[in-house]
C-alpha cells in the first residue's frame, strides 16, 4: 500500500548527498519530492511542478539561496520556503525569517526534525489557502453576491465592521460561543488594507498553558525538550496581517503580561532567543466572557482589557434574529453540495418550517453542522427533508393541528365554571378561601361547583 500524498516538496542543494536523503525521508512518509541543484533548475522545476514546499540550502555552488528565496516570495508568496544551512548562526537564522523563510534548518539533522518543519510548512501553506478562499467568500458578502443576515441587526454590525475595517484599531468581539465571532474577524481582515497578507488565529483555549508562550511567540532550537528547530510564532507569522486571539478570556495571567508587553513594544522574543524581533500585526480578538466583569474579578488584566477594547462589537445569538435562519441555512447547503459534490434542490416546506421554530442555542455552528448532516443523508437532486434533520432539530417542527371542536365557543356556565378552578387551585383546594374571594358562601360555590360537575358527591370536603 503506497503511503498517502501529502503534498508536493522541491528540495534545492548543490550536495547529491544531501538532496537524495531528503526526498527519501520525505517519500517514505508521502510526500512527492522533486530535486534541484542550483536556482536555475530549481526555478524551472518550480514552473513545472507547482510545489506546496521549498527546501533551500542558503550557500549553493556560485549561488546564493537567500537570492532566490526572495525571488520566490516576490512571484510565489504562497510557497512555504525552509531554508537549510551547514554554517549555523544566529545572525543567518534572522536574515532568513526576515526575508520570508518559514522555519530554518542547521545541517545535520535527523529525518524526524526535517518532517516535523515540513509538515508544520505544509500547514502554514493550507492555511494560506484556506484564508484566500474565506476571502473570496467575505468579498462576496462585500459586495452582496450572498447574504449571510437580513436582520436589521447583522446588517447594523456588518456596516460597523467596514468601518473599523478601514483602521488598524484593535477589535474586540464578544458573543455567545458558535455565533460566527471568527467570521466577523475575518471579514474585517478581508475588508481591510491588511487584506492580502496573513490572518492567523490561535485559540488561546485549546493550548496548553506551557505552550502558549511558544504558539504566540516562537521558540529557538534547543530553548526545551522537543525545540528540534527554530520556529516563528503566531505574531511573526500574522507580520504586516492580522493576528485573531480567538477565547482571550482563558489567557493565562503571566501571559497576558507578556502580549501587553508585546503590544506595546511592537516586538516580540522567541523563547530562548535574546534577539527581539520588530512586527507589524492588527490584533483582533474574540471571547463568550463578560471581559469587564473578568478584570474586576482579578482574572483579566485591566490594562491589557482596555488595549484590546478599543472597537467592541457584540454578535447576537442566532436565537434573536429568526430572519436570518434561512438565509444562513440556504447558504450553508450550497457550500456543502458543493463540497460534497452532492446537487440537492433546497429544503423541502416541513425542514424549513423545524428550522424556524427550532431555538438554534447552539447558534450558527449548530446550523452549519446540521445542514452539512442534511445534505450526507440527503438524495442527490432532490430537496432535503424533514427526516434528513437531526432529531432534536425536527422536534422544533409544529405538529398538526388537531381538528377544530365541534363547539368554538363556551357557556357563560362553562366560563364561570373555569374560573371558580382557577381560583379553588390557587387557594390549595380550599373552599372557605376561594369562597371568600369570590365572595360567596360556602354553600352557594358548592352549588355552582355541582351544577358545573365538578363537586365530588360527598361535598364540602376541605372546606
Not at 322 to 343: G, M, N, S, T
Not at 421 to 440: H, P, Q
Request: glycine share 6%; with cysteine; hydrophobic share 40%.
Amino acid at each position: 500500500m503506497s503511503p498517502p500524498d501529502l503534498g508536493r516538496v522541491l528540495v534545492v542543494d548543490d550536495e547529491a548527498n544531501i538532496t537524495d536523503s531528503v526526498k527519501r525521508a520525505l517519500e517514505r512518509v508521502g510526500y512527492a519530492v522533486d530535486v534541484a541543484a542550483d536556482p536555475g533548475e530549481a526555478w524551472t522545476r518550480l514552473e513545472q511542478t507547482a510545489p506546496d514546499v521549498v527546501l533551500c540550502d542558503v550557500r549553493l555552488h556560485e549561488a546564493d539561496g537567500m537570492a532566490l528565496l526572495g525571488r520566490i516570495q516576490e512571484c510565489y508568496p504562497e510557497i512555504a520556503v525552509i531554508m537549510m544551512t551547514g554554517y549555523a548562526s544566529v545572525e543567518s537564522a534572522v536574515s532568513a525569517i526576515k526575508a520570508g523563510a518559514l522555519d530554518y534548518l542547521a545541517k545535520p539533522f535527523n529525518p524526524d526534525q526535517l518532517r516535523h518543519a515540513v509538515a508544520r510548512a505544509m500547514e502554514q501553506r493550507r492555511l494560506v489557502e484556506e484564508n484566500l478562499y474565506l476571502k473570496s467568500e467575505l468579498e462576496q458578502v462585500a459586495h452582496g453576491r450572498f447574504v449571510i443576515g437580513q436582520s436589521l441587526t447583522m446588517q447594523r454590525l456588518f456596516d460597523s465592521a467596514r468601518t473599523v475595517a478601514c483602521t488598524d484599531s484593535s477589535v474586540l468581539i464578544t458573543g455567545r460561543s458558535g455565533t460566527g465571532k471568527e467570521v466577523l474577524a475575518r471579514f474585517i481582515h478581508a475588508s481591510s488594507l491588511r487584506q492580502n497578507r496573513p490572518f492567523v488565529t490561535v485559540n488561546c483555549a485549546a493550548i496548553p498553558a506551557n505552550l502558549l508562550e511558544s504558539e504566540l511567540f516562537g521558540h529557538a532550537r534547543g530553548a526545551f525538550t522537543g525545540a528540534v528547530s527554530n520556529r516563528r510564532g503566531s505574531f511573526e507569522l500574522a507580520h504586516g496581517g492580522t493576528l485573531f486571539l480567538d477565547e482571550i478570556g482563558e489567557m493565562p495571567l503571566d501571559m497576558q503580561v507578556k502580549i501587553m508587553r508585546a503590544l506595546e513594544e511592537r516586538q516580540v522574543k522567541r523563547v530562548g532567543w535574546e534577539e527581539a524581533i520588530t512586527v507589524d500585526v492588527r490584533i483582533i480578538t474574540a471571547t463568550n466572557k463578560e471581559l469587564e466583569l473578568e478584570t474586576k474579578a482579578g482574572r483579566f488584566r485591566e490594562d491589557l482589557y482596555w488595549r484590546l477594547n478599543v472597537v467592541h462589537l457584540v454578535v447576537p445569538p442566532l436565537g434573536e434574529r429568526p430572519e436570518d435562519v434561512i438565509p444562513l441555512a440556504r447558504h450553508f447547503l450550497a457550500f456543502y453540495a458543493r463540497e460534497q459534490k452532492k446537487p440537492v434542490a433546497d429544503f423541502s416546506p416541513d425542514a424549513l418550517e423545524a428550522f424556524t421554530h427550532y431555538d438554534w442555542p447552539g447558534n450558527v455552528r449548530e446550523l452549519r453542522n446540521a445542514v452539512e448532516r442534511a445534505v450526507i443523508f440527503a438524495e442527490a437532486g432532490k430537496p432535503i427533508r424533514l427526516s434528513h434533520l437531526p432529531p432534536h432539530v425536527r422536534q422544533g417542527a409544529p405538529r398538526a393541528a388537531p381538528p377544530p371542536p365541534a363547539r368554538t365557543f363556551k357557556t357563560l356556565r362553562e366560563v364561570e365554571t373555569d374560573y371558580i378552578r382557577e381560583v379553588l387551585e390557587a387557594c390549595g383546594g380550599s373552599r372557605t378561601k376561594t369562597a371568600e374571594i369570590l365572595g360567596l358562601s360556602v354553600v352557594t360555590l358548592w352549588r355552582r361547583l355541582r351544577k358545573g360537575g365538578q363537586e365530588d358527591e360527598d361535598g364540602l370536603i376541605g372546606a
